[in-house]
């Protein structure tokens, strides 16, 4: 039933693919600076995109590091790691917690207002 609920919420948004955040520190497998990147993909292109994380607002900019223009949008906050519950060093490449990203997405025609719960991955890219 979460997955149905999940592609609904994907299809009311207009999200090409499930968003994607991951830890985004300067050293492998260290969350010490609290920083996650937020990533999502879009099926046509919107004029702007606004995310919560955690209580954190998050402000995404179109294209990005090998994006695809305005369907990919992509940014970075900070959010406490004791807040989100993460260890000093996190070992492994599985994604174990599970975070709901609120997004307001603003198209030429319409504004899309929902969540989505994504898994947190230990690395960005």
């Not at 299809?11 to 920083?35: H, I, K």
């Not at 292109?45 to 994006?67: F, N, P, Q, T, Y």
């Not at 992509?74 to 709901?100: A, E, I, M, N, S």
Request: proline share 6%.
């Amino acid at each position: 039933m979460v997955v149905v609920a999940a592609f609904l919420a994907s299809l009311s948004l207009g999200l090409s693919e499930p968003p994607y955040l991951g830890v985004a520190c300067s050293g492998p497998q260290v969350t010490t600076c609290g920083r996650i990147g937020v990533a999502v993909w879009l099926t046509t292109r919107a004029l702007g995109v606004d995310a919560e994380v955690s209580g954190a607002r998050v402000r995404l900019h179109a294209g990005g590091l090998g994006g695809r223009g305005p369907a990919y949008w992509q940014g970075f906050v900070r959010v406490d790691r004791h807040q989100l519950g993460l260890p000093v060093y996190w070992y492994g490449t599985k994604p174990v917690k599970t975070l709901t990203l609120k997004l307001r997405i603003r198209y030429p025609m319409r504004v899309a207002v929902g969540s989505v719960r994504v898994r947190l991955h230990p690395g960005w890219g």
